[in-house]
């Protein structure tokens, strides 16, 4: 054991000083430092209800790449442009554990722009339908919070991230309220003695609580979008980067597809490679190779946690 | 370091602005009294943006408005607030993130000059009252910073405040809706509808800025930045045009005396009326040009928008390499950017095909100076309004590039652009496409910007 | 190509589709490139695409906080500035596609332990806001005499709900749309003397919202870089008569 | 509300005198020189240690001994109240100083002059405890990224509800307003390294929810000693040290 | 003997024992400072202290520190007339985990003729340099000399980004520009 030992050290070393050609090695071989081919896809979980103070959660892990996602559910006045539509409002924070750069308390860029990706992703995906938040038209509608904390930051954030957001909408359940006649939101079929959901400290009792309203429904998500990330290296094309690669890569392309086959989106943020047609449609084709295993661990999720989401487009 | 920039000078340079002084001189050639040149711009189809060019010194402001409840405590009244940001954009002395002291200090001038002397009338701003006033909101961009900002963003405060326009709103009678829900309808009447309100400005406030050297004998009206950073302090008036003071306001620096700070009070004054005269009159240009538009969009509404779709129709750029030759050689006049990418002759090629029919470019000039700068005081093309309109469309349409090397150092490209957007003679290129917009489709004619302002409770 | 079917009648049906604002669904609107209107700044740029305008400062390189610098290439620092209120997760996105764009036509090697600060103030919107700022980012790098390999410009691209693909939508149209792409590419002339620049073949950024089909971005993808196309012989021209006063 | 039934149970099943069921987790995170995971019933606490390395800010460094760090957040949804806004409150403030000042006596800083070391503390849920299992997880980390230490630091809550001491309450047991106090110990040094009491009891009462405290103390001490122990072992198979 | 012991866990008297790395004493007792596997060394045969040595090891290696007169590969961050900064990267050929700074000065560049020596045409910032540690420095750097023929750059890359090659022991040259730049280059075996 020793002798390995010594001889792992000067690939370790060469790895330190020449960085770029300890990588341009490897894959030049189809190999990554990881071990992994060049377009396979890190091992990823996902784990449902991680929280049970939120309404919904999820915690996403790809690779090391950690993200938690929370819903929590509030009651609002519709605005009125919009009297018969609920929110969903994402916010990200890049925590202080997921990298020694990351410094709490002022939004990073990097959390910026996630926020607007997933935002963009969920919205163009038409994932949820704002109607489905209704409560009384004009009177009361549920908005849901939906924050997400990158705990690790290892590459592929906006994939890892979208996935928390989705598997958090899928397994997230409405209660079933009503608007009583002061214009206060009632658990469903309750006496008038019941509790209100917001009294008057703005404590909301948990809607999975012991006390809460026990019928519920399921916010059944219109599509299930989800995004890979591609790194174009010396022409190869490299999926799925950890932090590492992708501060070596010659360009990102993240390519956002949902289970209808469309294309939401596909973004590619400068970067010194240019990405041609040829190299555009590898990526697209490898992001709909991975929504297929994503979304397969999705659903059995779901399942594992006895939601029954998402049934196809037809819903 | 590069943080300083602003505020370095060396002794030599000092001496002589000091020594100029003495005799009176500045050493961008003007007098003691006077202001550096201060020009106006109104973008033509917008309400409530105007760009302040104080000599070098260029300030932006951008007046929008919200409707939305009122603050507790004063429920029969709108508010106005200011934002300053001093980006690295106008100096590289500034940086990134939140607002810094010269920041600060320019907003608190803004508030004090024209929220604190009430010169805009907030309750005015009441639609209904405790539910639904307009919040108006005033951000001053600094784009060029060569001394005197408080003058100039002060300035471009003013400008946009009264080139402002709000959408005028009504409140239903009865006033109560269904179940609890005890709010008003009230209803935004869109621009093409009703004519948008102007805000009502008590007084005109105006920053007078002076810089003390010697102790406060000498002193410069409108200091540059090099006079500022050899000052020894600063003083700024803020004057109305009948003469009377709204504030004072002195950043540190040196004492001056009472009779010399009362004497800078009256120049102060002074100043401030010549300044308002000079506003007042950018402004009536940029109205002329506001209701020159408004009867020209209405004329079109009027015409035939059958014909115009036709007309149209009949001279489109076709992006190369997609649309088939035969296509664009259908299109009436219209420059083949085959032709104009292509390798050589060029211009000359495309040139041709532009050839400018029946429009000297004595005219096109003058046509494109209107659309630039609508702002400025200038007289009323031909006779009309609705001739004048169609003038201007025309001319800037025929704009071929036979009238590229008269036009103003300003770069303006609209002759190339309208070459690639591909306008013939005779019709309106793409650059009037908004007032077109209204013409072929009324109801999508708004402005992406009014759009926001949908009819509410209705 | 499947667009041109998509974009309206055949070539050989004498209409063609025209859109509210009187443009073909080919047609972009006008430009225009003021370049160098501002004193302070090292270069600076501002540009027009219809109704969008967009002012480009940029400053460098120069000296910057020492834990921004790189010790082996000069770093970009993008400011997105809003015509009104306060830069949001939207302008941050901007900035970092801008920030990326530049980076990769930046020779960053030349000027260690530098910053190059782009500022991007809007002036006024109108839809293509993202392109627009691209090219203004350009025009002011070049003002700047910032050492870039290639230029690069942008065009923006919205797929309406009928399935027709719109050339640099206005803010209606990219309202109404069911999709948009901005679409950057690099520029170079080949030759010295060179009028029209030509395009690298790959997209150098691109940021697409909304369902596609494969098909459809393909073509936008085409379209996008032949819109692009006009805009670089636009860029050109536009430089070579701002020069042509020095010369 | 009865917190205790005439069985002697609490409401989450436990007996007055038992903690929940605790779960450390280590090396959970890639970035940083240390990791842990600490859960105690449904308070989950990630904390990770950065360092000892160069202090940022060169003017903080301290000659003689290390710069402890600390920061704390928690996550929106962390617990069963309304959404609180996310930012530093002064709660927050007030729990990162408490669990500086634990590592403060815990850490053997003078052995690491102008260095510093930083301890990030997220807490995804919130369930009572949570200064306590900001504690635990703060002192696991720090040993997973092989900081020298004096002794292991656990760190326990117990209350007064009902007439009787109850130890590791939770969240709806501490939300009553009664007597909690927070104890951290050096459980082989036998030293209290601190002590938290919120609201007034009288002295005995005090001293009986605090015996208790220390006993849960100890009591944590030696699941995460296992926990670490464990976690050394499987390390050290897989290098084959052993 | 080995066994997995926590940090706090009372080792050995100190009358029988010696506190090694990963212990301290307290109240006549070593206790372990850190999780890891504890050793116990015998004494040097000859010295007066024939008590063992106790040690607490982490399960991982023993952390590579640079010493005085070690051959380091260090990476020029900055250079001014005075000196050039480098980050140590490895010493011999062992990558080290944290980073430290050692600084080249300006008489420490080359054996001969050192008072002819510009740091501007020896170092650029992102050069691989191959140095002795000659001292531990202040509290901030090491120092670093390049004053031998087998020590300097090793490699460097052109303002066009590729590796250059040394053309002699004071200028590389890139192959794709054919631009020399100067360098104080190292003598490759």
């Known amino acids: 054991m020793g002798a390995l030992v010594q001889d792992t050290l000067e690939p370790d070393a060469f790895r330190k000083l020449y960085p770029d050609q300890y990588y341009a090695r490897f894959v030049a071989e189809g190999l990554r430092p990881d071990g992994r081919p060049l377009l396979q896809a890190r091992p990823t979980t996902i784990a449902l209800g991680a929280v049970s103070a939120a309404d919904s959660s999820a915690l996403v892990k790809i690779g090391n790449t950690t993200v938690m996602a929370g819903i929590k559910l509030e009651v609002m006045v519709p605005v009125d442009e919009r009297p018969q539509e609920g929110q969903v409002a994402v916010s990200v924070e890049l925590t202080a554990l997921c990298s020694p750069d990351a410094r709490p308390g002022r939004f990073s860029e990097a959390a910026h722009c996630l926020n607007e990706q997933v935002s963009t992703a969920l919205r163009s995906g038409g994932v949820v339908n704002l109607q489905n938040l209704l409560i009384a038209h004009g009177r009361a509608a549920w908005v849901a919070y939906l924050d997400l904390y990158v705990l690790d930051a290892d590459g592929g954030l906006y994939d890892a991230a979208l996935l928390a957001a989705l598997a958090a909408l899928a397994a997230l359940r409405l209660p079933h309220v009503d608007v009583d006649d002061e214009g206060k939101v009632v658990p469903a079929g309750a006496s008038d003695a019941a509790m209100v959901l917001e009294d008057a400290d703005g404590q909301r009792l948990s809607a999975a609580g012991p006390a809460g309203p026990q019928p519920i429904a399921h916010l059944r998500v219109g599509s299930l979008p989800t995004a890979l990330t591609c790194a174009l290296y010396n022409g190869q094309l490299i999926v799925d980067p950890d932090r590492d690669e992708e501060a070596r890569a010659h360009a990102l392309v993240a390519v956002t597809v949902d289970d209808r086959g469309r294309l939401l989106g596909v973004e590619k943020q400068g970067g010194r490679a240019a990405a041609d047609a040829a190299a555009l449609q590898s990526c697209i084709a490898a992001a709909r190779v991975r929504h297929r295993e994503v979304a397969s661990l999705l659903r059995q999720a779901l399942h594992a946690a006895t939601v029954p989401g998402y049934s196809g487009a037809d819903s | ?458 | 190509m499947s667009c041109t079917e998509l974009a309206g009648p055949g070539p050989g049906s004498g209409k063609e589709l025209l859109r509210a604002n009187g443009r073909s669904a080919h047609q972009l609107r006008s430009m225009q490139c003021e370049r160098g209107p501002l004193q302070r700044a090292d270069g600076s740029a501002r540009w027009c695409q219809g109704g969008s305008v967009v002012l480009a400062a940029v400053h460098g390189p120069r000296g910057t906080a020492s834990r921004k610098e790189d010790p082996e290439r000069a770093v970009v620092e993008i400011v997105f500035r809003p015509r009104s209120g306060l830069a949001g997760p939207a302008e941050r996105l901007a900035e970092a596609t801008v920030r990326r764009t530049v980076e990769g036509v930046l020779i960053a090697a030349l000027h260690p332990r530098t910053a190059v600060t782009v500022v991007l103030q809007v002036l006024s919107e109108d839809g293509g806001l993202l392109a627009c700022a691209l090219c203004a980012a350009s025009a002011a790098l070049v003002d700047a005499a910032v050492p870039l390999a290639r230029t690069f410009v942008a065009a923006t691209l919205a797929k309406t709900s009928e399935g027709v693909l719109l050339v640099d939508p206005d803010a209606a149209e990219e309202e109404a749309a069911d999709a948009v792409a901005t679409l950057a590419f690099a520029a170079r002339g080949e030759a010295p003397g060179d009028v029209a620049p030509t395009l690298a073949d790959g997209v150098l950024a691109c940021r697409s919202a909304g369902p596609l089909s494969d098909g459809d971005f393909l073509a936008a993808v085409d379209l996008g870089r032949a819109a692009a196309r006009c805009v670089a012989v636009f860029a050109r021209a536009s430089l070579e008569k701002s020069l042509s006063a020095l010369v | ?242 | 003997m080995a066994a997995v012991v926590c940090p706090g866990d009372r080792l050995h008297p100190v009358a029988t024992h010696r506190a090694g790395s990963g212990t301290y004493v307290h109240q006549q007792h070593i206790h372990a400072s850190l999780v890891g596997v504890s050793h116990l060394q015998p004494p040097e045969p000859g010295s007066d202290d024939q008590r063992p040595v106790v040690s607490v090891a982490r399960s991982g290696a023993q952390p590579v520190l640079p010493q005085l007169g070690d051959l380091v590969t260090c990476k020029v961050t900055k250079v001014n007339p005075r000196l050039a900064s480098a980050d140590i990267l490895c010493v011999g050929n062992r990558p080290l985990d944290a980073s430290f700074t050692g600084i080249i000065r300006l008489q420490d560049v080359r054996a001969t003729e050192a008072d002819k020596v510009e740091i501007y045409s020896s170092f650029r910032p992102g050069d691989l340099v191959r140095a002795e540690v000659v001292s531990l420095g202040d509290s901030r750097s090491y120092f670093l000399s390049t004053a031998r023929n087998e020590l300097g750059v090793v490699y460097a890359k052109s303002a066009a980004g590729v590796q250059m090659v040394p053309i002699s022991w004071q200028e590389m040259q890139c192959p794709q520009s054919k631009l020399v730049e100067k360098r104080k280059v190292a003598k490759t075996a």
């Open chain 4, 1 to 242: 509300m009865e917190f205790v039934s005439p069985e002697g149970l609490r409401i989450d099943g436990r007996r007055p005198q038992e903690l929940r069921a605790l779960q450390c987790k280590f090396g959970v995170l890639s970035c940083c020189d240390g990791s842990a995971l600490f859960q105690a019933g449904n308070t989950k606490v990630f904390a990770a240690v950065y360092g000892p390395r160069v202090a940022d800010i060169r003017g903080q460094a301290l000659h003689d001994r290390a710069l402890i760090k600390c920061e704390y957040a928690h996550a929106a949804f962390s617990t069963g109240a309304a959404r609180r806004r996310r930012g530093r409150s002064r709660k927050s403030t007030e729990l990162a100083a408490l669990v500086r000042g634990a590592l403060e006596q815990t850490i053997l800083v003078e052995l690491l002059p102008r260095a510093q070391v930083e301890v990030c503390i997220q807490v995804l849920f919130a369930d009572g405890g949570v200064t306590a299992a900001c504690i635990n997880a703060a002192m696991l980390a720090v040993a997973d990224a092989g900081i020298p230490v004096r002794d292991m630091v656990a760190a326990c809550g117990a209350g007064h509800l009902e007439a009787m001491p109850l130890l590791d309450l939770n969240h709806t047991e501490a939300a009553t307003g009664g007597l909690e106090v927070c104890v951290a110990l050096h459980p082989a040094l036998d030293r209290v390294v601190l002590l938290q009491a919120d609201a007034k009891a009288s002295v005995d009462t005090l001293e009986a929810v605090t015996t208790l405290a220390l006993q849960g103390c100890k009591a944590a001490a030696g699941a995460m000693r296992e926990a670490l122990l464990q976690h050394v072992r499987s390390l050290a198979a897989r290098r084959g040290a052993i």
């Open chain 2, 1 to 458: 370091m590069q943080r300083d920039l602003d505020t370095l000078l060396s002794n030599s340079e000092r001496n002589f602005i000091l020594k100029a002084l003495k005799e009176e001189q500045r050493i961008d050639g003007r007098r003691p009294f006077d202001y550096r040149k201060i020009q106006y711009q109104f973008p033509a189809d917008e309400d409530g943006s105007a760009t302040v060019q104080l000599g070098a010194t260029r300030v932006m402001a951008v007046v929008t408005a919200a409707l939305e409840a009122p603050f507790p405590d004063r429920p029969n009244e709108g508010s106005l607030r200011f934002n300053v940001e001093l980006s690295p954009m106008a100096s590289p002395a500034f940086e990134v993130g939140r607002p810094g002291e010269a920041a600060l200090e320019a907003m608190r001038l803004l508030e004090r000059a024209l929220r604190d002397s009430r010169a805009v009338d907030l309750e005015a701003l009441c639609v209904l009252v405790g539910q639904k006033v307009w919040h108006v909101r005033v951000d001053v961009h600094v784009l060029d910073h060569a001394g005197n900002l408080a003058d100039a963003a002060g300035l471009a405060a003013l400008a946009a405040l009264m080139a402002f326009r709000r959408p005028e709103a009504s409140v239903a009678p009865g006033g109560g809706g269904g179940g609890g829900g005890e709010r008003g309808a009230v209803t935004l009447h869109a621009p093409d509808v009703r004519e948008p309100l102007p805000l009502s400005l008590h007084h005109l406030p105006l920053a007078v800025t002076f810089g003390l050297f010697e102790g406060g004998e000498a002193v410069v009206l409108d200091p540059s930045l090099k006079e500022a950073a050899a000052a020894a302090g600063m003083l700024t008036v803020i004057a109305t045009t009948h003469g009377e003071v709204c504030a004072l306001h002195k950043p540190g620096g040196i004492g001056i005396s009472l009779s010399q700070t009362m004497r800078l009070v009256r120049v102060a004054c002074a100043k401030a009326a010549e300044v308002a005269e000079g506003l007042r009159a950018a402004l009536r240009g940029h109205e002329t040009a506001r209701v020159a538009r408004r009867v020209c969009r209405r004329g079109a509404q009027g015409a035939d928008a059958g014909a115009l779709l036709d007309d149209a129709a009949g001279a489109v750029a076709v992006v190369p390499g997609l649309g088939d030759p035969g296509r664009a050689a259908a299109a009436a006049g219209g420059a083949h950017l085959d032709a104009l990418a292509g390798s050589s002759g060029a211009r000359n090629g495309s040139g041709g095909a532009l050839e400018p029919g029946g429009m000297d470019s004595s005219d096109a000039e003058e046509g494109s100076r209107t659309s630039a700068r609508p702002g400025e005081p200038r007289k009323l093309p031909r006779a009309g309004l609705v001739a004048a309109a169609a003038v201007v469309g025309g001319a800037r349409a025929r704009q071929g590039p036979s009238s590229l090397p008269e036009q103003a150092p300003g770069d303006n490209f609209e002759a190339i652009a309208a070459m690639i957007a591909g306008a013939a003679q005779g019709r309106p290129h793409s650059g009037d496409a908004l007032d077109l917009q209204a013409a072929v489709k009324p109801k999508s004619g708004k402005r992406a910007k009014v759009r926001k302002w949908q009819p509410l409770g209705t």
